[in-house]
């Protein structure tokens, strides 16, 4: 029986495709003048992107209402709210207008109301909903059935306070696959607990599971399978098995048999180290 719960997490850069202007009210940043759609792709530097928080909920629920996000696929939804730069609202007109208007002094309770809306309309789907730590360090007002994922350094004083806090919680701090170095770095993911924190059985008992993720600032559909497998199989393997399965030796075995298949099933898995498989990659 898995011990916890293994959430896979891929994120692109992001780019907007931007349409006519006159659509400009419709949209949630800021757009370029005279541009076609379909023709101009502009890259967004994230310090400048600026989020409406005043109509992403209604973007949201009008994708929900017409299905455009294939929400019955997962049991959980992540809503975000890491890295939140309160300046880009602070040089937000609007958003400075709505905050008065609301009686917002705090741009924290501008975030929470933010999230609580988005809590709200996932609830109304029956799913479950992740939030990232930045939400219980900025001491938000959220509901205690919301699960905090932690990934920032010094995480086991982060599950810690959490799960002192009565939040259920998913580590991913361990499992960024993005970050390539020289070697099996499969090891350092196989030798994380997720419960290797000072706390009490109760505590652990809130710790739900793990969250491996591949963010896309330098990962596209030519490297995307390659870089995942068979490295997060061993992520997979850490959090499904017994607090006792700790051999490294006995998991390169495991590790290197898993490659071999995923090859046989076409997935270009790159190799765990100096071996061979009976079926190598022969393909384009």
């Known amino acids: 029986m898995a011990r916890f719960l293994l959430v896979f997490l891929f994120a692109v850069s992001l780019r ?14 800021p757009q370029p003048s005279q541009s076609t759609f379909g023709t101009e792709v502009y890259e967004v530097d994230s310090g400048n992107f600026v989020f409406n928080t005043t109509s992403a909920s209604t973007l949201l629920k009008s994708a929900m209402d017409r299905k455009l996000i294939m929400f019955s696929l997962y049991n959980y939804i992540h809503l975000g709210g890491d890295e939140v ?6 040089g937000n007109p609007d958003i400075q207008a709505w905050m008065k208007k609301m009686g917002y002094t705090d741009y924290a309770k501008l975030e929470e109301y933010y999230e609580n809306n988005l809590i709200d309309l996932v609830n109304k789907l029956n799913k479950s909903y992740v939030v990232w730590q930045e939400i219980f360090d900025n001491g938000l007002k959220i509901k205690m059935d919301t699960v905090i994922d932690v990934w920032k350094a010094g995480w086991e004083k982060e599950m810690d306070a959490v799960t002192k806090a009565g939040y259920n919680v998913i580590l991913s701090t361990c ?7 020289y070697g099996e770095d499969w090891k350092s993911y196989y ?12 505590q652990n008992s809130l710790v739900v599971g793990g969250h491996a993720c591949l963010w896309g600032e ?18 997979g393997e850490r959090l499904w098995s017994p607090k006792t399965v ?9 590790l290197l048999n898993q490659r071999c298949r995923l090859l ?15 079926d190598e990659w022969h393909g384009p």
């Open 175 to 181: 499992w960024y696959l993005n970050r390539i170095s």
């Open 191 to 202: 030798s994380c607990d997720p419960q290797n924190f000072n706390g009490t059985d109760d």
């Open 218 to 235: 330098w990962v596209d559909s030519t490297n995307f399978m390659s870089r995942m497998w068979p490295r997060a199989c061993a992520v």
């Open 85 to 90: 730069s309160f300046s880009c609202w602070q």
């Open 264 to 278: 046989t099933r076409g997935i270009r898995a790159e190799p765990v180290g100096p071996s061979y498989c009976n």
């Open 16 to 29: 907007l495709v931007f349409g006519d202007s006159s659509t400009t009210s419709d949209l949630l940043w």
């Open 246 to 254: 700790t051999d490294v030796n006995g998991a390169r075995t495991r």
